[in-house]
């Protein structure tokens, strides 16, 4: 079945730098999304990209959809400790409803 | 309440046994969704539910898992003869359904299932 591969699996960084995650998969998606998932929650979802190219913020958060469709990256500008969680990826078939989603990023914040 | 509700939150249950784990998703949401969630893993499909009826059932992994949803509203997963394995967190999720994207799905906080 499909895959997503995204990396880095782990992140230590310093409050106030930026950070910057990546998913790639074997096959084409129609619909990228960014979740974030924080301990004993679901998945809340960051962002939805749904055309290849597309560049898209929410506030200190970007993401875009690659060309090819097989990836897809989000950046996180200016962190602070709210930021801590596991970042996940998922995309999503035209047509279909299910979403395949990444292993996650867990991003810890250093004081 | 306002978002997507599961119960119980934590099930030990011991392997062989039968278990249930309810969803309640957001009111008006017609598409109803279950995950499974390993250990260090992003969530795995299970299955997909447009209204009462079951649209993808691709994700359940054999014949001991089962889903239902008579009324359109509540679901109801069930686990028979548990298995070790079978320990992880399964969540729900719900989405408006319509002829225009997006359909956002919205996660409920899952069901511990740890199987001894």
């Known amino acids: 079945g499909q895959q997503l591969n995204q990396s880095p699996q782990s992140m230590f960084i310093q409050e106030g730098e930026d950070v910057s995650m990546n998913c790639t998969s074997s096959s084409i998606f129609n619909t990228w999304l960014w979740y974030k998932q924080e301990p004993g929650e679901g998945p809340v979802l960051l962002i939805a990209l749904y055309k290849a190219g597309e560049l898209t913020s929410n506030g200190r958060l970007t993401a875009q959809f690659g060309i090819t469709r097989k990836d897809s990256f989000l950046n996180i500008s200016a962190s602070i400790p709210s930021d801590v969680g596991i970042y996940f990826c998922?995309?999503?078939?035209?047509?279909?409803?299910?979403?395949?989603f990444g292993q996650g990023t867990r991003l810890t914040i250093n004081p | 309440g306002a978002g997507v509700s599961q119960t119980p939150s934590n099930k030990v249950t011991e392997k062989g046994k039968y278990v249930e784990l309810r969803c309640d998703p957001i009111?008006?949401?017609?598409?109803l969704y279950w995950y499974r969630q390993s250990l260090g893993q992003g969530p795995e499909f299970l299955i997909y539910?447009?209204?009462?009826?079951?649209?993808?059932d691709s994700g359940l992994p054999n014949d001991r898992f089962f889903a239902v949803r008579p009324e359109g509203s509540v679901s109801t997963l069930k686990i028979q003869r548990t298995e070790r394995g079978d320990s992880a967190v399964y969540l729900c999720?719900?989405?408006?359904?319509?002829?225009?994207?997006?359909?956002?799905?919205?996660f409920g906080p899952g069901t511990r299932l740890t199987v001894l």
């Open positions: 998922a995309g999503q078939n035209k047509g279909a409803q299910k979403l395949v």
């Open positions: 009111s008006g949401h017609t598409a």
């Open positions: 999720a719900s989405s408006f359904t319509g002829t225009s994207a997006p359909r956002e799905q919205f």
């Open positions: 539910f447009q209204g009462t009826g079951a649209a993808d």
